[in-house]
């Protein structure tokens, strides 16, 4: 085997194999790992159900534009629309950041995950 063809069956290998590494999931989504989120029910100003609550960032990054999925059952235990609610602001490292939305209709559950977000900031040529 020349040099030429080792050195190309190398890189190759060294391809095949890096994909992999990055498609494997081991335990929480990076959101559940990096965000805990609090929140109560409540009420808005016009009388409509919503909840209200804090992002609170859990890393030393600086994060914006969160998302949040709230999904809801209702009293029979159905589910509800998933309501996607935008958060205002930048959340520093080690710090909460306030949220409050309304909802289109109650629920008697509900769960509020972190669906997308973007980290910006954190020096190393970022």
Not at 63 to 71: G, K, M, N, P, T
Request: proline share 6%; no cysteine; net charge positive.
């Amino acid at each position: 085997m020349t040099k030429r063809g080792l050195a190309l069956g190398i890189l190759l290998a060294m391809w095949a194999t890096a994909g992999t590494t990055f498609a494997q999931s081991f335990g929480l989504p990076p959101g559940d790992r990096a965000f805990q989120v609090t929140w109560n029910p409540a009420t808005t100003r016009r009388g409509q159900p919503g909840i209200e609550g804090y992002v609170v960032n859990q890393t030393g990054y600086a994060y914006r534009r969160i998302e949040l999925a709230v999904d809801g059952t209702d009293a029979g235990g159905r589910p509800l629309a998933t309501t996607i609610v935008y958060v205002n602001g930048e959340v520093s490292p080690l710090d909460r950041l306030y949220f409050k939305t309304a909802l289109p209709q109650a629920g008697g559950t509900y769960r509020v995950t972190v669906s997308s977000y973007e980290r910006f900031g954190g020096g190393g040529g970022m």
